[in-house]
């Protein structure tokens, strides 16, 4: 098992990282290396996929459900707490090559930050490990150009 190397968007809600990341998947995928993503969802729980019979096993107190089909693997959990590390470990199964992680602003990984403006500005004292910071005024492809040239190595 290879150990993939680990990206973070981080920024304030409305920020534009998931926008970037699905930029940045893109530009990886295109590479052909093997991506994986984590989005922390900070705003309640997530929501179970409805009227599906998978959601329907979690609802009746399943504590996980997996799917599969056609190639595709959908997996639902339920756990109290998942920790950043846990979700890695999870996806570590699945062999990326890199792990971007949307959100966990908290966390030590070598980070992209976006600023929507001025405002923002207060998360560069704030986060560790910051490699790059995109704001309004700059071109994401660039920086995701620069990003991958880096994962690529």
Known sequence: MVTPKIMQ???YQNSGKT????????????????????????????DVVSNKDSSRHIVSGATATIVEGEGMLLMQAKKL????????????YMNP?????????KANYPKVLLL????DQNLIEQLS?????????????VVIKEIVNKLIR
């Open 129 to 141: 490990n910051i490699k790059y910071i995109v704001t309004k005024d700059d071109s994401n492809e």
């Open 116 to 119: 929507r403006d001025e405002n």
């Open 97 to 105: 090559d890199v792990i971007i992680i949307e959100g966990h602003k």
């Open 19 to 46: 926008t970037f990341v699905t930029q940045l998947v893109q530009a990886l995928a295109e590479k052909d290396l093997n991506v994986a993503t984590i989005k922390h969802h900070g705003h309640g729980e997530p």
């Open 9 to 11: 968007v981080v920024g």
């Open 81 to 92: 707490n998942w920790t950043l590390e846990e979700q890695i470990q999870v996806l570590t």
